[in-house]
């Protein structure tokens, strides 16, 4: 079983940054791989970064590549989502999720189902 908490979202102005932060409970999250998604209004979710369980292997969305990063700290059970030059078009609930499913993997998984645990989202608003 694993917990997940995200924090570190709200509004900031078009250009600013976010570090948003997934804080795990449980045995697994170390061998997991991790995921941020997003989904604004009206819209379906999407993926928006994954981290491998080592950190060696990360991946981004076309969007997001290049103003956002992920990284994981094992020893303190949590991943994090470095956001900047933020633009309007990023507002939206930000989830972080696991992959339990295959320990150690160094796959990398971009659909929702591929995750077995979920956050309760944190909202990020860019104004512009």
């Known amino acids: 079983q694993v917990q997940l908490v995200e924090s570190g979202g709200g509004l900031v102005q078009a250009g600013g940054s976010l570090r948003l932060s997934c804080a795990a409970s449980?045995?697994?999250?170390?061998?997991?791989?991790m995921g941020w998604f997003r989904q604004a209004p009206g819209k379906e979710r999407e993926f928006v970064a994954i981290?491998?369980?080592?950190?060696?292997?990360?991946r981004y969305a076309d969007s997001v590549k290049g103003r956002f990063t992920i990284s994981r700290d094992n020893a303190a059970n949590t991943v994090y989502l470095q956001m900047n030059s933020l633009k309007p078009e990023d507002t939206a609930v930000y989830y972080c999720?696991?992959?339990?499913?295959?320990?150690?993997?160094?796959?990398?998984?971009?659909?929702?189902?591929?995750?077995?645990?979920w956050g309760q989202g944190t909202q990020v608003t860019v104004s512009s």
């Open positions: 999720a696991a992959f339990t499913s295959s320990p150690y993997s160094s796959g990398t998984y971009y659909r929702e189902r591929d995750y077995d645990y």
């Open positions: 449980g045995r697994t999250f170390s061998s997991a791989a």
């Open positions: 981290i491998n369980w080592s950190g060696g292997i990360t």
